[in-house]
């Protein structure tokens, strides 16, 4: 004789399933499904070799962010042959590093970093391996930006 289920049982099973998937999930994750991020882009004249998708983005040295990816073209003129990285910012954690609220997604905020030197370069993270990273930093008397977006 077969024993009949108990549906109260197979309903715990599954709601208890559920809360371990998603514990594990949320785990896993970091958080990073509950915080906010923004995207930038940035197009660098060098190689690219070296740099791939989960480089860490640093700001004067302090990780504030990873890099999404790392294109060929996007969105240029067929002339500009600058290599497009987009980066992710974590913007609760670059707000942790620092006592003064700075809100990076606001647009006049970052076009004021950007008048002030806010630059992107590629920096080792290993001489060894040739990894590299992406290192945000303020440059005295930078040149002017050069914006390489057909569209916006």
Known sequence: MSKQANP????LFIVVGLALGLAGLVT???GKLFRKHQQFILYFQSSLKGLSPGAPVKYRGVTIGSVSEVLIRHNQTSND???????DVDIQLAQSKTDRHSD?????????LVG???RGELDAESLVTGVLYVELEIV???????YHQITH
Do not use: D, Y
């Open 140 to 146: 005295p008397n930078a040149a002017a930006p050069v």
């Open 8 to 11: 109260t049982s197979i309903g």
């Open 104 to 112: 990076l997604s606001s647009p006049p905020v970052l076009e004021r």
């Open 116 to 118: 002030n030197g806010l």
């Open 28 to 30: 896993f994750s970091s």
């Open 81 to 87: 042959f600058f290599m497009p990285v987009i980066i």
